[in-house]
């Protein structure tokens, strides 16, 4: 059957018998045919075509598709999907299921695809393994261009360089900006929107070439404007759509850098003087001139170097040809040549180079260099120290060969050490004492005499000693450390004292004074100080005292310095507990980290000998307790719970903790104290009775005050804690049983009638 042809067969049926005459009987039967899913969909067209703007905004009808399906119900109702695995997997559109309307869902970029193919499904209701039978149709919908797109150039920035006589109209550099944009909107125009306030350069508005269009000259300067070396222009692109799109908008205008290139077309000019002035008395390497030229050109053109081209024929001169320093290469002799006259040549370094050349006159001016001369180079004498001042030394006598105002000597002593203790008589060149003389300060004096023009003589001077001095020591004040374990007999300072008088006068004795307290003593004549006696720094820690030096001289008071002796702390003490046995006691249940008791141990030692830790030594094996190891208190670790244990003790045994106190010394020293904690009860658990359930059997002829039963609860706790009482909260609402609140007796308060009440429940409640 086909019900697409036929929906219904009408019959006629007959039924006759056997007998004769024959009997006949119809019917008429309509057949209905059931429809089956045996048509797929069918689209109107195979293909779909359509044209879209790429601005067109999301929810945009593109085109309506049509599949029919002659079956019925289900079977011919058609849902329409685009094949994603097939086609448009960016799901840039949707269709209506329903309505097979195709709208676009997300905006589109013709730059990045300008055809969409779609392949759309039509798909009927029928209940095959698939979901029902289908169809596909193919959508070929071609994106319309808009102007959405800016020129771009083909590099941010160009670099270039060219002379600066290049002619008007030479090609200088090609700019390049593409638009993605098809059609009108694609094709590109330039201009130059910057950077060429005079106008020097052109641009092709269609291919972009850069061009000159006036004379450059590096060296060209305005009124205004200094030279200008290099030009920056700015170079816009922009599209022809309506309207159009620059790459200015987008800042994205080029920047196209030419460099102005020097060529070589000035000489140099000397700036500095022809003239120059020296003293005949310069040293070598003496500047005598700086020459300077200029050269307007850039770089190597501009570079200037220096030589001399004549007048130096004895080498008195050298120039450094780069920076046209000129200096003196010999001493000069004003009586032997007075003038110089040099050719000096700037270069510059250029291609051809270009140069300049100056006349330099240079006039060696005269000095006083005729020396005088000392009748003797060295002088010597002697002085008694202590003299009153105006003591005659020597008189000293110098000759000159020059004539007139450079013959007349003028003696003076020059700076040196102790000068300003003499005098000199500047014209008879006498020498007498200014201050009394100190031999200990300076014994021998180094005199340098001198008229005003450059000859010298030495005079020596030795002073002779007198005993005017007292020792001294290096410093007035000592202060040295030693261990406390020192050895007895064992040096701990070399004291040494100087007097600066000579001979026996200067030999030194060193005593003690103030008390030591037997700790030390010291060798008369080395000054070497030693300890007599064992140290302890727990005891006495410092010790003060003077140290005195004396010479053999009675006229003087003696010199003492103070000796102070610091005693270090070796670690020879034990840290001791302020208690050697400690009680404390915590609530049940505590949180971890709950302080429970501060131990105190105390060490006699300093520093690192006498800083205390404590620490657990045993009997925590089950980490119940922790202690701060600085500053010695004991908490708790973990919960504590009364029920398990009562105490812990910390004792030296098997089953004991004990607390530990070492200090930080080299080797450490310790000692042990024992703490007992007492864990106390919290109130942290219910009564149990002996069993959930009590079954007793009663004769209904019990009398009454009859001893029925006894219920009996424990508590794991402690004390009042632990103290329970019973209590019946149900079951007992006609009063025939009684509880004692303390012993948890049951008896009878009434009498028990079977007939009426066969059973009690009764709730005992245990507080």
Wanted: glycine content about 6%; overall charge negative; charged content about 25%.
């Amino acid at each position: 059957l086909d019900r697409e042809r036929a929906e219904a067969h009408g019959l006629v049926v007959e039924a006759w018998d056997g007998g004769s005459p024959r009997r006949r009987g119809r019917l008429r039967v309509l057949v209905r045919v059931l429809d089956e899913n045996d048509n797929a969909p069918a689209f109107s067209r195979g293909e779909y075509r359509a044209r879209l703007r790429e601005d067109a905004p999301p929810g945009t009808a593109v085109c309506r598709l049509r599949a029919t399906d002659p079956d019925l119900g289900a079977n011919g109702e058609v849902r329409y999907a685009i094949n994603r695995r097939q086609s448009d997997p960016d799901g840039y559109f949707a269709v209506e299921e329903r309505s097979g309307v195709l709208r676009l869902r997300r905006p589109l970029d013709r730059e990045a695809r300008a055809l969409h193919r779609l392949v759309v499904e039509a798909r009927d209701g029928g209940a095959q393994p698939e979901g029902g039978l289908s169809a596909h149709a193919f959508v070929h919908i071609e994106i319309e261009d808009i102007n959405d797109n800016h020129p771009v150039f083909e590099q941010d920035s160009y670099v270039t360089s060219i002379s600066s006589h290049t002619q008007p109209g030479t090609e200088i550099i090609n700019v390049v900006a593409t638009d993605r944009d098809s059609g009108i909107f694609g094709i590109v125009t330039y201009e130059i929107c910057s950077g060429d306030p005079h106008g020097k350069f052109s641009i092709d508005p269609q291919f972009g070439i850069v061009r000159t269009k006036k004379q450059l000259d590096h060296e060209a300067q305005t009124v205004f404007a200094e030279k200008q070396q290099e030009y920056t222009l700015h170079i816009a692109a922009e599209d022809c759509g309506s309207p159009p799109l620059t790459s200015l908008l987008t800042l994205d205008s080029l920047a196209v850098k030419i460099v102005i290139l020097d060529i070589n077309d000035n000489s140099p000019s000397f700036m500095s003087s022809p003239l120059c002035y020296v003293m005949e008395d310069v040293e070598v390497g003496f500047l005598v001139h700086h020459i300077i030229a200029k050269d307007p050109d850039e770089g190597r053109n501009g570079q200037v170097t220096y030589h001399i081209l004549s007048g130096n024929e004895n080498k008195a001169f050298v120039l450094d040809k780069i920076t046209g320093l000129l200096t003196t290469a010999q001493l000069l002799d004003r009586e032997v040549q007075e003038r110089y006259s040099l050719t000096v040549l700037a270069l510059d370094d250029g291609s051809p180079a270009l140069s300049a050349t100056q006349v330099l006159t240079i006039t060696v001016l005269d000095v006083n260099d005729e020396t005088p001369l000392f009748l003797k180079q060295l002088y010597k004498t002697a002085v008694h120290e202590n003299q009153d001042p105006g003591e005659f030394v020597i008189k000293v006598e110098a000759v000159d060969r020059d004539a007139g105002l450079n013959s007349l000597l003028q003696y003076e002593i020059l700076p040196g050490a102790g000068f300003e203790k003499f005098k000199m008589n500047s014209d008879s060149g006498e020498l007498v004492t200014a201050a009394a003389l100190d031999r200990e300060t300076q014994e021998v004096f180094n005199i340098k005499g001198s008229p005003s023009r450059s000859s010298t003589a030495q005079l020596c001077l030795t002073v002779l000693d007198e005993n005017d001095h007292s020792p001294l020591f290096a410093k007035t004040q000592y202060q040295i450390s030693v261990m406390e374990d020192l050895e007895e007999g064992s040096a701990i300072l070399d004291l040494s004292a100087s007097d600066e008088d000579d001979g026996l006068n200067s030999e030194v004795m060193y005593s003690l004074i103030d008390d030591t307290y037997g700790a030390f003593a010291i060798d008369s004549v080395t000054g070497s100080i030693i300890s007599t006696k064992p140290l302890d720094r727990e005891t006495k820690s410092q010790y003060t005292f003077r140290a005195v030096a004396s010479d053999c001289s009675t006229h003087f008071p003696r010199s003492t310095t103070v000796m102070t002796v610091l005693i270090q702390d070796v670690n020879d003490n034990v840290p001791k507990f302020e208690q050697s046995y400690y009680k404390a006691s915590v609530w049940e249940g505590q949180s971890p980290k709950t302080d429970i008791i501060q131990v105190f141990a105390t060490d006699l030692d300093s520093g690192l000998n006498g800083e205390t830790e404590y620490s657990i030594l045993s009997g925590n094996e089950n980490a119940a307790f922790l202690i701060d190891s600085t500053r010695g208190i004991l908490a708790t670790n973990t919960g504590l719970d009364y029920e398990n244990t009562s105490s812990y003790r910390f004792v030296s045994s098997s089953h004991q903790l004990v607390l530990l106190a070492s200090d930080r010394g080299t080797p450490s020293l310790n000692s042990t104290a024992t703490v007992l904690i007492t864990v106390l009860d919290v109130n942290d658990n219910p009564p149990v009775f002996s069993s959930p359930e009590y079954h007793v059997h009663v004769k209904e002829s019990t009398p009454i005050g009859s001893h029925i039963t006894e219920v009996s609860a424990k508590d794991c706790d402690a004390g009042t804690n632990a103290e329970i009482t019973y209590a019946i909260i149900s079951g007992n609402d006609r009063g025939h049983f009684c509880l004692d609140s303390r012993t948890g007796a049951v008896n009878l308060t009434k009498t028990l009638d079977y007939e009426d009440t066969m059973k009690f429940t009764l709730i005992i409640q245990a507080t």
